[in-house]
């Protein structure tokens, strides 16, 4: 067992299989097995094949150097049947998503510009006022169902709901909730269409603009913005970026972009800034 454990690639097996990677080698086994059996004889055949699943099954795939082959010629409809959901869709949608929501929000004062975003001052000194306003209110399924503009939100837990039914929504801490329901009153306010935007839009605008918070609603202490860069399997490398305060480590936004170093976006530089 000693030396089959020393044989297992564990980063392709276990959890870490690519089911992409191994249904790939797995067809490839078939076809030279096949290939085998008309060449040499069926038993050849079989044995070969049970060799091809042995190697597949302890080191992950039977053609070195698969995973970065489906990374890049398995498109990326083909690798979410499998359940590789990009990994920019699994954090959040907001930056990476489309120009426009930076540019929605500029145009409504929230940000200063769409090439170099930052908080206006105008509206990080008003956000901060609504946060403190409401620091010590009971964010209910009322509060959530005006935040949203719909009568469908049902609350689980502290930090997530469910809106309209079907669409779930987690927030990486209550005071990231907070500075959403904050934000949310400050766009009503303003008008510029928020009323007319979507559940899903809303969220959208919330969480781009949470990547900006410039001051801990929690504690009052200023924010870090860090950023680690992941490779998983099948995908494009991608960059995570991290907003929490530096004083008491609450956490307030992420996002994830497809993209490291010199290849991230312009807007991920931006915020780096
Ligand atoms: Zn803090």
Redesign the pocket.
């Known amino acids: 067992m000693e030396a089959l454990n020393a044989f297992k690639r564990n980063e392709y097996t276990g959890e870490n299989r690519c089911t992409p990677c191994t249904a790939v080698n797995v067809g490839i086994a078939i076809i030279l097995a096949g290939a085998a059996g008309v060449a040499a004889g069926t038993g050849v055949g079989i044995v070969f094949f049970l060799v091809a699943l042995a190697l597949i099954y302890f080191r992950g795939y039977l053609v070195p150097g698969t995973p970065a082959l489906t990374k890049r010629y398995l498109s990326a409809s083909v690798l979410e049947l499998f359940g590789k959901e990009p990994v920019a869709g699994r954090a959040s949608r907001s930056i990476d998503a489309d120009a426009a929501t930076e540019e929605q929000l500029v145009a409504i004062g929230a940000l200063t510009d769409a090439e170099a975003p930052a908080l206006t001052d105008s509206f990080a000194t008003a956000w901060e006022a609504a946060i403190e306003g409401i620091r010590s209110e009971d964010i209910d399924e009322s509060v959530l169902r005006t935040l949203f503009g719909t009568d469908d939100v049902s609350r689980h837990a502290a930090t997530g709901a469910v809106i309209d039914g079907n669409q779930s929504i987690r927030w990486i801490s209550e005071w990231a909730l907070i500075a959403d329901v904050a934000a949310g009153r400050l766009l009503a306010e303003r008008g510029s269409g928020w009323e007319t935007l979507s559940p899903n839009d809303r969220i959208a605008l919330l969480r781009s603009l949470r990547l900006f918070i410039r001051v ?1 609603p ?4 200023t924010i870090d913005v860090t950023e680690r860069t992941v490779d998983p399997c099948c995908e494009r490398p991608h960059t995570l970026i991290e907003v929490a ?1 530096s ?4 956490p307030l936004a992420d996002d994830a972009v497809v993209g490291i170093d010199d290849d991230a976006p312009g807007r991920l530089r931006a915020i780096r800034e």
């Open positions: 801990c929690a504690c009052g202490g305060c004083d008491c480590e609450t």
